[in-house]
């Protein structure tokens, strides 16, 4: 329990130093906001004048304070370009992106799990080097290739499934899968190529340990042994790595938003970006932080669940 609480007492911390990063570059960034939104040949009066509008006149701590007190509290301020709040945008748009990620990962696992297995167990067949050699050329394809890729073929000739915008779930739940199943297959394929490798370089492990050869002994069939016996010793790393390739899916998304026009958090923080609306960028860019930062705790305190020796460990350590 004691150890528990140092890692979430390192989660604020984390949390906490990210905060200030991210809000000392972005504030310190060349050029101003008052500038962008009146335009070059605003007057110096005017510019002044709307950066106090704006709060932006403040000393930094200050709107440092009041920004992060925002975050906690749920108050994530208003857009400075459109004035409207923050907090309802950014939680629609959070939905699609959310959706795509969980649908993106879990076609990843759903290929990755069995292509590296058999990539394991037929490491020295052919069948299995060109499985591995496939998911080798497969990490070397920008996820927008793909997308692109993917589109032409079954959005425009084939017209098996829409090429891009989106359908929310409220207007036809069909329509909704149909819209997310390239952009989805997308993000898989792509970071199914990378968990591939760890999945056949942890079930190699396995193969090597002497309880897998035991189980072999007494009449045990290749596969069901390494399901029954090395499925969760290998649990470890895997859970590891998918945690991993989960926190960096919303990071890729961002690619695949742009190229199917979906109305995710990505392709709206690209405009934002594009039009200087730092209240918008900061709180988009913490929240994306957080979800990474989130994503690592669970995937640590995880650990104990998967292995009862480390949370023997733990309790012989506070002991």
């Avoid at 759903?110 to 394991?120: D, K, N």
């Avoid at 499934?161 to 359908?167: E, K, Q, S, T």
């Avoid at 819209?179 to 999945?199: D, F, K």
Wanted: hydrophobic share 55%.
């Amino acid at each position: 329990m004691v150890r528990w609480a140092g890692r979430v007492a390192w989660f604020a911390g984390s949390l906490l130093i990210a905060s200030l990063i991210v809000f000392a570059l972005l504030n310190l960034l060349p050029g101003d906001l008052a500038g962008v939104m009146l335009g070059p040949n605003a007057s110096p009066e005017a510019v002044e004048a709307l950066r106090a509008q704006l709060g932006l006149d403040r000393p930094l701590l200050v709107r440092y304070l009041e920004w992060i007190g925002g975050l906690f509290s749920g108050q994530l301020g208003t857009s400075a370009l459109t004035g409207q709040p923050i907090a309802p945008i950014v939680a629609g748009k959070f939905g699609v992106t959310l959706s795509l990620v969980v649908f993106g990962m879990f076609f990843a696992v759903a290929i990755a799990l069995p292509l590296g297995i058999h990539s394991a167990l037929r490491r020295h067949r052919a069948d299995g080097v060109v499985v591995s050699g496939v998911s080798q050329f497969g990490m070397a394809i920008p996820a927008f290739v793909v997308g692109i890729g993917l589109s032409l073929v079954f959005g425009v000739r084939l017209r098996w499934l829409p090429a891009n915008g989106y359908v929310t779930p409220g207007e036809s739940v069909a329509g909704w899968l149909s819209h997310l199943v390239l952009p989805a297959i997308t993000l898989g394929l792509v970071q199914g190529a990378v968990l591939v490798r760890y999945v056949r370089s942890a079930f190699i492990d396995v193969l090597n340990q002497d309880y897998f050869r035991t189980a072999r002994a007494i009449g045990w069939r290749r596969w069901p042994a390494l399901l029954r016996h090395g499925l969760r010793n290998a649990a470890l790393q895997l859970v590891t790595v998918v945690g991993l390739q989960f926190a960096t899916l919303f990071v890729g998304a961002i690619v695949v938003e742009s190229v199917f026009v979906l109305p995710g958090l990505g392709s709206y923080l690209l405009q934002m970006v594009a039009n200087r609306d730092l209240p918008v960028v900061q709180t988009i860019v913490m929240i994306l932080v957080a979800l990474v930062l989130v994503i690592n705790l669970l995937v640590d305190l995880s650990y104990a669940v998967i292995d009862p020796r480390l949370r023997a460990g733990e309790e012989q350590y506070e002991s």
